[in-house]
Structure formats: structure tokens, C-alpha cells
Nanobody, 124 residues
């Protein structure tokens, strides 16, 4: 089992940057594919980015491709989401998630473990 804690959210102006971190407990972090999802008020949770256990494969939602970068450091049990050129529509609660068997996936149903989320607010 793995526990996930996100950090790094906050308030930023449109066009600015923000970096999120997701720290995982447990010694088997390197076995897990990781995903980032977000949920805005009144909207369904949506996929943002995913990364394989090795970091060699990444996926992005079309809405963030070219602006966001997902990465991981297995020695630090941490996955990152660097967000650049932020837009007001990026405002949401951002969650990281982990799965051991399904690999990096755009589907939230593939993930077994979730963090509590960190709020990102982009002012226009």
C-alpha cells in the first residue's frame, strides 16, 4: 500500500508557473505508475498527466500538452508536475494517484491510491 501527499498548490497569475509535488510513502514507489488529475468546482475529475514507473513513458491531456511536464524521482519517492503558462481554466484541485499493475493511464479507474489534493488557483 502507498500513501500520497500533494504539495505546492497556491495562487498564481495567468501566464505564471507552479510546481506540484506528490510524496509517496513505502519502499516500493518505483513499482507504481503515477497520474495527475484535477477537479474544478462543479466539474468531473479529469486526467492531466501520467508517468510510468521508470519515467520513460509519459502521457498528457491535450489541454496541458506543451505547458505541463510530469517527472519523478524514485530515490525521493516523489512525482512532480511542473505547470507553465498557466491559464484561468487550469484552476482546480490537483490530485496524484498511483497504480501498481495498470501502467500509466488516462483513466482514473486504473488507479488504486489517491492523495487528498492540492488547490491551484490561477487569476486572470
Amino acid at each position: 500500500q502507498v500513501q500520497l501527499v500533494e504539495s505546492g498548490g497556491g495562487l498564481v497569475q495567468a501566464g505564471g508557473s507552479l510546481g506540484l509535488s506528490c510524496a509517496a510513502s513505502g519502499r516500493t514507489f518505483s513499482r507504481y505508475a503515477m497520474g495527475w488529475f484535477r477537479q474544478a468546482p462543479g466539474k468531473e475529475r479529469e486526467f492531466v498527466a501520467a508517468i510510468s514507473w521508470s519515467g520513460g513513458t509519459t502521457y498528457y491531456a491535450n489541454s496541458v500538452k506543451g505547458r505541463f511536464t510530469v517527472s519523478r524521482d524514485n530515490d525521493r519517492n516523489t512525482v512532480y508536475l511542473q505547470m507553465n503558462s498557466l491559464k484561468a481554466e487550469d484552476s482546480a484541485n490537483y490530485f496524484c494517484a498511483a497504480n501498481e499493475y495498470a501502467g500509466p493511464s488516462r483513466s482514473e479507474h486504473a488507479y488504486d491510491y489517491w492523495g487528498q489534493g492540492t488547490q491551484v488557483t490561477v487569476s486572470s
